[in-house]
């Protein structure tokens, strides 16, 4: 397993829910980064083998007697590959069922199986309406079952206390430049190549890219990071391309931009979607999967058609133009608003369990 957005967020919710002052347990698999990470964050661990996707009857037995043993109220899941475990382990407990959906359900699920699964959730947490109207649509999941709680990060987040000279000089970049960043996995569907290319049309030539990141981890196939540099030198934009390293470090990163960029082909929720709003940094992104809706339809930023980056480099030339949303508009992308929700649903969810 590696250590993308899914396990990013499981161990950030299991530290909000452990300073609300619940009692959590991450049950993780020995060696994988989610496990290294959770150690490193001194958060309760339990190891468990590898799973079984499909009739993990064993291995729901035995968390089904862990749960009862330790009398949990709730088993909060993210991975869709674990609710087939998950619905067997909690059958005939009184303990809730949490799914918080990070991914997109775009086919049916409605074999004889899935009703099984989906039924025994007790709240499906949607982190936009779109994936929620799109889980009702394609899941055997009832309206009632379902609630939108957004994804959040920290308050501090929302702190604009650093300022562009300083940041740029941290991180090696030049000033009196305009810098666009885009942070994340380096990836054919992560749409680098739309941000390169987008600094080749002339409406785009004064702009420099600030990209941080590195290959899909066990990809197959080229050095996708090799190909985009290759790319540069062949759009005669290298010297305006700075490439660094992941960092979790990353909000002096955005206080270096004048924009950001979310160029994915299609990005279910894009927590640098809400970093770039936390810091204040005008965003721009595909017209795609869950970022209009992040967006709030160009309300709270611009949207361009993915591939399309000559609409990029456009937009680019009229950045004055380019909407901001106020600090009250992004209150549900804070930590402190985000738990006070959770916290209304593990109530009503334990009761509903009993």
């Known amino acids: 397993m590696g250590w993308g957005g899914l396990e990013r967020n499981l161990q950030r919710y299991a530290h909000w829910m452990q300073e609300a002052g619940h009692e959590i347990e991450v049950n993780a698999v020995p060696e994988s980064p989610l496990a290294t990470s959770v150690v490193a964050a001194n958060l309760p661990l339990r190891f468990i083998p590898r799973q079984r996707r499909y009739l993990p009857v064993g291995a729901a037995s035995v968390l089904k007697k862990h749960l009862l043993s330790n009398r949990f109220d709730v088993l909060w899941i993210r991975d869709p590959r674990d609710l087939p475990l998950a619905a067997w382990a909690v059958r005939t407990l009184n303990c809730a069922l949490i799914f918080q959906q990070g991914m997109q359900i775009p086919t049916p699920k409605n074999a004889p199986w899935h009703r099984m699964r989906f039924a025994a959730v007790t709240r499906?947490?949607?982190?936009?309406?779109?994936?929620?109207?799109?889980?009702?649509?394609?899941?055997?999941?009832?309206?009632?079952?379902?609630?939108?709680?957004?994804?959040?990060?920290?308050?501090?987040?929302?702190?604009?206390?650093?300022?562009?000279?300083?940041?740029?000089?941290?991180?090696?970049?030049?000033?009196?430049?305009?810098?666009?960043?885009?942070?994340?996995?380096?990836?054919?569907?992560?749409?680098?190549?739309?941000?390169?290319?987008?600094?080749?049309?002339?409406?785009?030539?004064?702009?420099?890219?600030?990209?941080?990141?590195?290959?899909?981890?066990?990809?197959?196939?080229?050095?996708?990071?090799?190909?985009?540099?290759?790319?540069?030198?062949?759009?005669?934009?290298?010297?305006?391309?700075?490439?660094?390293?992941?960092?979790?470090?990353?909000?002096?990163?955005?206080?270096?931009?004048?924009?950001?960029?979310?160029?994915?082909?299609?990005?279910?929720?894009?927590?640098?979607?809400?970093?770039?709003?936390?810091?204040?940094?005008?965003?721009?992104?595909?017209?795609?999967?869950?970022?209009?809706?992040?967006?709030?339809?160009?309300?709270?930023?611009?949207?361009?058609?993915?591939?399309?980056?000559?609409?990029?480099?456009?937009?680019?030339?009229?950045?004055?133009?380019?909407?901001?949303p106020s600090p009250s508009q992004l209150?549900?992308?804070?930590?402190s608003k985000a738990l006070e929700e959770w916290q209304q649903l593990l109530r009503h969810s334990r009761r509903s369990a009993l």
């Open 331 to 335: 209150k549900s992308f804070r930590q």
């Open 124 to 324: 499906w947490v949607s982190p936009l309406n779109v994936l929620r109207e799109e889980a009702l649509r394609n899941t055997p999941l009832k309206e009632e079952q379902t609630r939108v709680i957004s994804l959040a990060l920290e308050d501090e987040w929302f702190d604009k206390s650093g300022d562009k000279i300083n940041s740029r000089k941290e991180w090696g970049l030049p000033n009196r430049v305009p810098i666009i960043g885009l942070f994340g996995r380096i990836d054919p569907l992560k749409g680098q190549a739309d941000l390169l290319r987008a600094l080749a049309e002339p409406e785009a030539n004064q702009w420099h890219a600030f990209i941080i990141g590195q290959n899909t981890p066990n990809a197959a196939g080229a050095n996708h990071k090799d190909e985009l540099k290759d790319l540069a030198v062949a759009l005669n934009v290298a010297d305006r391309v700075h490439w660094r390293p992941p960092n979790e470090q990353l909000a002096a990163a955005y206080d270096c931009c004048d924009a950001y960029a979310m160029c994915s082909a299609s990005e279910t929720f894009g927590m640098v979607t809400i970093e770039a709003l936390a810091r204040q940094i005008p965003i721009i992104g595909t017209n795609t999967g869950g970022t209009p809706e992040l967006l709030a339809n160009g309300r709270f930023g611009k949207l361009y058609e993915p591939g399309n980056h000559r609409q990029l480099a456009q937009a680019l030339n009229s950045l004055e133009n380019w909407p901001m």
